[in-house]
C-alpha cells in the first residue's frame, strides 16, 4: 500500500511548495505544542482516579503553560511552523473548529463503542472491530460522493447535513444495551454513523485547504491532522469523565452501560454541534465565483476530494491561477 500511494504522489500530487519557506525545523514550536497537549491529556486521564494528586495538578500546569509557549513560539519565531496568519481566514478557522468537534467525538465514539462491544455484549476483540468495518466500506464508496456534493452546492451544505447524520448515529448508539441484535440494532446505526462521515470528510479537508493560498497547502493539511488528532485525545481523555466513568467502570458491564449511554449522548451533541458551526461560519461560492468566468480569476477553488479514509487528507485540493498552469 505504501508504495502504491508514493506511485500516486510522484504522478498525480501536483507540488504546492512554498518558495519563501524557511528551511530550519521549529524545534520550539515542536517542544512545547508536545509538552503541552500530553501534559493536559495526562492531568484529564489522571483525574478521575488521582483526583487533586500533585501530579495531576503539575502536568495540567506545565500543560496549560507549554500551549501558552507555543502560541508565543509561533506568533514571534522565524521558523514557526504554523503561520498564525493563516487563522485570520474565516472560512479556515471554521473548518478547523468543525473538524475538532467532529474527529474529537469521532475518537471517543470509536473508542467506547469498541469496549461496549467487548465489556458488556462479550463479543470478541476481532468480531468487535469487525463490528465498525462497514464504515470503512462505506467512506471507501461514497466519501468522493460527499466531495461531488461540495462542489456542486459548495461545502456549507455538506458540513452542515453531514455531522447531523452522524450525530443521530451516535445517538443511536446510545441505545445498545446487552442483547441488543447486530442487524436489526448495531448495523442500522452504524450505517447512519458512517453516511454523515461520507458526507462530512471530503468537503471539510476541501474547505480547509481551499481557503489558504497554494503555499501553505502543506501547513494547512498539518494544522488540520493536528487538529484532528488532538480533538480526538482530548475528548477520549473528556467525555469518560464527564459521563462519570472511571477505571473500574471498563471491568464492571452494569457500570460500564450506564456511562456509556450518557457518553454517547455528549458525543452525539459534539458532533451536531460541528454541524452548527459549518451552518453558522463556512460560506459556500456565490455563483459567480463558481462560473466559468471564475476560472480567470486567480482565487483557489476548493475541487472534489477522493481520499475515502475518516482523516484529513494531504491534496491540496486546489485550482492554480489560470497564469500559472
Known amino acids: 500500500f505504501a508504495a502504491v500511494v508514493v506511485w500516486a ?8 511548495n512554498d518558495p519563501l519557506a524557511s528551511h530550519h525545523i521549529d524545534w520550539k514550536g515542536a517542544f512545547f505544542g508536545a509538552v503541552g497537549l500530553g501534559g493536559v491529556t495526562y492531568a484529564l486521564i ?19 503553560v507549554a500551549l501558552a509557549a507555543f502560541g508565543w513560539a509561533e506568533a514571534r ?63 471507501l464508496v461514497f466519501s468522493s460522493r460527499g466531495g461531488a456534493v461540495a462542489e456542486r452546492f459548495g461545502p456549507r451544505l455538506p458540513m452542515t447535513a453531514g455531522p447531523l447524520i452522524a450525530a443521530a448515529g451516535v445517538a443511536l448508539f446510545s441505545r445498545f444495551h446487552l442483547g441488543t441484535s447486530y442487524v436489526t440494532g448495531i448495523l442500522p446505526a452504524v450505517i447512519v454513523f458512517g453516511a454523515g462521515l461520507a458526507l462530512t470528510v ?20 498539518g494544522v488540520n491532522n493536528a487538529v484532528a488528532r488532538a480533538g480526538s ?11 462519570g466513568l472511571k477505571g473500574d467502570d471498563y471491568r464492571h458491564p452494569a457500570a460500564f452501560t450506564h456511562g456509556y449511554h450518557t457518553a454517547m449522548l455528549i458525543s452525539a451533541v459534539a458532533t ?38 475518516a482523516s484529513p487528507c494531504a491534496h491540496s485540493h486546489l485550482r492554480e491561477p489560470a497564469g500559472q498552469r
Open 202 to 221: 471530503a468537503p471539510v479537508t476541501a474547505t480547509v485547504l481551499g481557503s489558504i493560498e497554494t503555499r501553505f497547502a502543506g501547513t494547512g493539511s
Open 233 to 243: 485525545l482530548l475528548a477520549v481523555a473528556v467525555i469518560p469523565l464527564v459521563a
Open 46 to 64: 489522571e483525574a478521575p482516579d488521582r483526583g487533586t494528586d500533585v501530579r495531576v495538578l503539575a502536568a495540567a500546569a506545565v500543560g496549560v
Open 272 to 309: 451536531a454541534a460541528g454541524g452548527l458551526i459549518a451552518l453558522a461560519f463556512i460560506r459556500s461560492p456565490s455563483a459567480a465565483e463558481t462560473s466559468p468566468d471564475a476560472e480567470s480569476r486567480p482565487a483557489a477553488t476548493p475541487i472534489r476530494c477522493p481520499c475515502p479514509t
Open 9 to 16: 504522489a510522484a504522478r498525480h500530487v501536483p507540488e504546492s
Open 77 to 139: 519565531g522565524r521558523n514557526a511552523m504554523v503561520p498564525l496568519s493563516i487563522f485570520a481566514n474565516r472560512q479556515f478557522s471554521a473548518a478547523n473548529v468543525v473538524t475538532f468537534a467532529v474527529w474529537g467525538a469521532l475518537g471517543s465514539t470509536f473508542f467506547l463503542l469498541v469496549v461496549f462491544l467487548q465489556t458488556v455484549m462479550h463479543y470478541s476483540a476481532l468480531r468487535a472491530g469487525m463490528a465498525t468495518l462497514p464504515i470503512t466500506l462505506i467512506l
